[in-house]
Every structure is written in structure tokens, then in C-alpha cells.
């Protein structure tokens, strides 16, 4: 079964950090280009970081930059999400997405709060 799980999440003082992972089973994620979002309630989602299939290059939104760092290990089937300097508004679940052409699959998030 094709499945995306995040972990990682958690609560956590601004200035702080954590490390979300997403492992991917039932398919070969290195095939995938992959995708962090986020979402807070009652907004829509964001799209935080993406990596190319090779990991060979990556995009991030401009609040996320020189913050945030999205890698993969292939080998693993896995893709992280290193979030630095956190604030309270990074407050949000945050969802892997893999993306194919026309194919796409998604995680159920991982819940990650910023508050002191």
C-alpha cells in the first residue's frame, strides 16, 4: 500500500528547532519529486520546501529560507525537513507530497507547535 508517514513533530520554543522526516513505502520515492506543506487552522496550505527526485535541487518560500533545509535519502525512500530558528507562526501540520506527472500521494501530517 502506498503510503507517506511523517514524524518528527512536536512542540518546541521560537528560536528553536526540529527534524521532520517522511518515509515513503509502497512505491520508489527516488522517482518522485518531493514536497513539504504546511498548514495552519483555518488557512490554506502552503507549500514550505521542494526537492527534485535527485535531491539534485531544491526551492523553498522566502520565509523559509536560511531557516528551513528540505533533503532526501533515496536510498532510504525517505525525505527530512531540518526547520531552524522556528517562530510561532511556523506553527502548522505539516504534510509530505510526492508528485509524478499526474500521479501524487500524500502524507497525514505531523503536527509541529511553536510557543513558549
Known amino acids: 500500500q502506498v503510503q507517506l508517514v511523517e514524524s518528527g513533530g512536536g512542540l518546541v520554543q521560537p528560536g528553536g528547532s526540529l527534524r521532520l522526516s517522511c518515509a515513503a513505502s509502497?512505491?520508489?520515492?527516488?522517482?518522485?519529486?518531493m514536497r513539504w506543506y504546511r498548514q495552519a487552522p483555518g488557512k490554506d496550505r502552503e507549500l514550505v520546501a521542494s526537492i527534485s527526485s535527485t535531491g539534485g535541487s531544491t526551492n523553498y518560500a522566502d520565509s523559509m529560507k536560511g531557516r528551513f533545509t528540505i533533503s532526501r535519502d533515496n536510498a532510504k525512500n525517505t525525505v527530512y525537513l531540518q526547520m531552524n530558528s522556528l517562530k510561532p507562526e511556523d506553527t502548522a501540520v505539516y504534510y509530505c507530497n510526492a508528485r509524478r506527472s499526474l500521479v501524487e500521494y500524500w502524507g497525514q501530517g505531523t503536527q509541529v507547535t511553536v510557543s513558549s
Open positions: 509502497g512505491f520508489t520515492a527516488s522517482s518522485y519529486a
